[in-house]
């Protein structure tokens, strides 16, 4: 009787732990949502040891607060969990895996902003809208010498 008590409560620990172990090993495959800087420790402050492009398949080792220490091929190192995605996310654009992927308008429309005829096409299908604010800021000119005085002062106009 304390024999099979103890076979059976070996075998549920085994199997609770093989359990665990999938559990554990599933979730640990990780992708990079966009490119990032693994660090040799957690903080942005930390020296840079590698920069991972976006989709670089990981292994999450543990996390710390906002930050994980992964595995990146052969390179160890911290990012920030905001970086990291269970899967893969793909943007090129294709008629494979579709429902996870950008369609070609989309990736022009993002990587190019809206043509002059796009855009005319957009506003007249939403006559309601207002654009007002948008033609204005896209009116407004920064030169060279204004971006270097913000930069320098942290104000418009420069010192005042």
Same mark, same amino acid.
């Not at 590698?50 to 996390?63: D, K, P, R, V, Y």
């Given at each position: 009787?304390?024999?099979?008590?103890?076979?059976?409560? *070996?075998?549920?620990?085994? +199997? $609770? %732990?093989?359990?665990?172990? @999938?559990?554990?090993? !599933?979730? /640990?495959?990780?992708?990079?949502?966009?490119?990032?800087?693994?660090?040799?420790?957690?903080?942005?402050?930390?020296?840079?040891?590698?920069?991972?492009?976006?989709?670089?398949?990981?292994?999450?080792?543990?996390?710390?607060?906002?930050?994980?220490?992964?595995?990146?091929?052969?390179?160890?190192?911290?990012?920030?969990?905001?970086?990291?995605? *269970?899967?893969?996310?793909? +943007? $090129? %654009?294709?008629?494979?895996? @579709?429902?996870?992927? !950008?369609? /070609?308008?989309?990736?022009?429309?993002?990587?190019?902003?809206?043509?002059?005829?796009?855009?005319?096409?957009?506003?007249?299908?939403?006559?309601?809208?207002?654009?007002?604010?948008?033609?204005?800021?896209?009116?407004?000119?920064?030169?060279?010498?204004?971006?270097?005085?913000?930069?320098r002062t942290g104000r418009e106009?420069?010192?005042?």
């Open positions: 009787m304390k024999k099979a008590l103890h076979r059976t409560l *070996a075998g549920i620990t085994m +199997l $609770g %732990a093989c359990l665990f172990l @999938a559990t554990t090993l !599933a979730a /640990s495959a990780m992708h990079t949502i966009q490119d990032a800087v693994l660090r040799d420790s957690p903080s942005f402050l930390g020296k840079a040891v590698e920069t991972l492009g976006s989709g670089t398949a990981i292994q999450l080792m543990h996390e710390e607060g906002a930050w994980a220490k992964v595995q990146a091929g052969s390179k160890q190192g911290w990012l920030p969990t905001s970086a990291l995605r *269970a899967k893969s996310v793909s +943007l $090129g %654009a294709g008629a494979s895996r @579709a429902a996870v992927r !950008a369609g /070609s308008s989309e990736v022009a429309l993002a990587g190019k902003g809206f043509s002059q005829q796009t855009e005319a096409n957009y506003r007249a299908s939403q006559s309601g809208l207002d654009y007002a604010t948008v033609d204005m800021m896209e009116g407004f000119v920064v030169t060279p010498e204004d971006r270097e005085a913000f930069l106009g420069g010192a005042r």
